[in-house]
């Protein structure tokens, strides 16, 4: 028609909407479940645990021999410190001219310091499920090649726009051999059919990868604290100073199937329970045990139940809302991260477990 319409009466403003639409998943409950008072100085942190008995006992007759002494066994465990870091730059024209008003949608200095103090916690709350190598993903192609549609075994510490080094894969930890570097340009929101995140990096990979090979938070490789993977685990090597292979006992108990992945069922919660107390000879930590999960897996433990759920005519909400398991051998509580490990449950007593700190970031 002829005459004025919003199209062409020249006469109105834009209104901008306040504040900042959050779209990232920054939430970190690792230090909410850790105990955090420990502030220490020094070289490190030593202790003494007991690795064996003295069996310097014995049955005898009347008026027989004593048996030779012996004595009881103690090692030191030693925990050393680790260092995170961060790093904002402003220039005196942008904290000028970005700082906080009604034409700034949030003030540069809360946007920077604040968002990459969220993002240590973020950091500090992924690698806390994890065995310390900086290790954040794998290459699941057969021949990873070209810089887009890369299948990974997980995403969730994969960002868009961060660099990244690749390592190659032995025994399943990243080895010394470094490939060079990717930097991550997109992330699929969802897995394929094989339950693998695609991503796009900004070149090329680095010649030589292959199938299994690490990407390595950039620049620190073993350099990063050592996660509940590390701390909950039988493997026969060296740990906090203590060789496990020479005192087994140390080690955790670990039902992993030989690695071979397996359905979750009521009965691998009793097993766990039954070699704790075992193991332990303790009715506490079978007690009070809290099961760290990721999402995923928390589906499965609503899944065993789920043939027995029965509604009745006034029921109005349908589903379960248990969150913790017991039998007979105790009871353990489920708590989801989104950041835990995928098809791992870890089984811990949070009392033991702290995070002594040198000096606040």
């Known amino acids: 028609m002829a005459g004025v319409n919003i199209s062409n009466v020249g006469l109105m403003f834009t209104r901008y909407l306040e504040g900042v639409v959050e779209t990232l998943n920054m939430k970190s409950r690792a230090r909410q479940l850790v105990k955090q008072d420990d502030k220490w100085t020094g070289d490190h942190i030593e202790g003494r645990v007991h690795v064996r008995r003295s069996g310097a006992i014995g049955a005898v007759e009347d008026g027989g021999a004593f048996s030779t002494a012996n004595k009881q066994t103690y090692v030191s465990y030693k925990a050393y410190r680790k260092f995170i870091q961060g790093s904002v730059q402003l220039t005196d024209g942008v904290m000028a001219s970005a700082a906080g008003s009604q034409n700034v949608a949030r003030d540069v200095v809360t946007s920077e310091v604040k968002g990459l103090m969220n993002e240590i916690l973020k950091f500090e709350n992924y690698v806390f499920f994890r065995d310390g190598t900086g290790s954040v993903s794998q290459f699941k192609d057969a021949a990873p090649t070209g810089s887009s549609s890369l299948a990974m075994s997980d995403a969730r510490a994969l960002w868009e726009g961060v660099s990244y080094d690749v390592y190659n894969n032995s025994a399943g930890a990243p080895s010394t051999t470094n490939r060079g570097s ?13 339950n693998y995140f695609l991503i796009a990096t900004d070149a090329t990979i680095p010649s030589g990868t292959v199938l299994n090979d690490h990407v390595v938070w950039k620049g ?15 493997a026969a090597t060296t740990f906090q100073n203590v060789n ?51 999402s995923w897996q928390a589906i499965n433990v609503e899944e065993l139940y789920e043939g027995e759920l029965r509604l009745s005519p006034t029921d109005k909400v349908g589903g379960m809302a248990v ?32 995070r002594a700190v040198q000096r606040a970031l």
């Open 182 to 194: 990717i930097t991550v340009s997109s992330v699929t929101s969802a897995p394929n059919a094989s």
């Open 244 to 294: 496990v292979s020479t005192y087994p006992h140390y080690a955790s108990l670990v039902l992993d199937n030989s690695a071979t992945l397996r359905d979750l069922t009521p009965g691998l919660f009793r097993q766990m329970l039954a070699g704790l107390y075992q193991k332990t000879g303790s009715d506490k930590p079978s007690g009070g045990l809290t099961v760290m999960t990721n």
């Open 323 to 354: 969150t913790s398991f017991q039998s007979a051998l105790g009871r353990i509580d489920i708590i989801t991260d989104s950041d835990a490990l995928y098809n791992k449950m870890f089984f811990v007593d949070f009392s033991k477990i702290y």
């Open 220 to 234: 620190s490789v073993n350099r990063c604290p050592n996660g509940l993977d590390k701390l909950v685990d039988d």
